[in-house]
C-alpha cells in the first residue's frame, strides 16, 4: 500500500480512479484502510484547489425552503408577516441580526451563509 501526497492534478486523477476501484472495500481491512486515507488526501487536495464558495443569504434561504418542501408563509416565524418574507426572497430588505438568529435557529441555516453580503454587493 504506497501513499504519497496529491501535488498535482495527475496525482489527483490518480487517486480518484484508485478510490473508485476500492469503493467496495470493507472497513477494517487493508482495502478499506487504503480508501479512507484517500479520500481524505482527495478531500483536502479538493479544498485547496477547487474551494466551494458559500450562497448568498437569499439563495440559502430558498434552498432551504426548496429542500424542505416550504412555502414562503413557513418562514414568517424568521422574518416576520409575509409581506416581509417576500422582502427578504425578492433582495428588496436585507437581514437583520434577528432574523439571521431565528433562521439558524430555527431552520439550520448556516449562519456564514446569512451574514454573506448579497450577490452584487459588497461588504461594508
Do not use: C
Not at 479538493?46 to 418562514?75: C, G, T, W
Not at 436585507?94 to 439550520?108: D, E, Q, S
Amino acid at each position: 500500500m504506497e501513499i504519497k501526497p496529491i501535488r498535482t492534478e495527475e496525482d489527483y486523477k490518480t487517486a480518484l480512479a484508485r478510490i473508485e476501484s476500492l469503493m467496495d472495500a470493507h472497513e477494517n481491512t487493508p482495502e478499506g484502510d487504503l480508501l479512507d486515507v484517500l479520500v481524505t488526501l482527495v478531500e483536502a487536495y479538493e479544498r485547496r484547489h477547487y474551494p466551494v464558495d458559500l450562497p448568498d443569504p437569499v439563495s440559502a434561504i430558498k434552498f432551504y425552503m426548496e429542500q424542505n418542501s416550504l412555502a414562503p408563509k413557513d418562514m414568517e416565524p424568521a422574518l416576520g408577516r409575509l409581506n416581509r418574507v417576500y422582502e427578504v426572497l425578492n433582495a428588496t430588505r436585507p437581514l437583520t441580526l434577528n432574523m439571521i438568529r431565528k433562521l439558524h435557529t430555527l431552520f439550520g441555516i448556516p449562519a456564514e451563509s446569512l451574514i454573506k453580503a448579497p450577490a452584487g454587493k459588497t461588504a461594508v
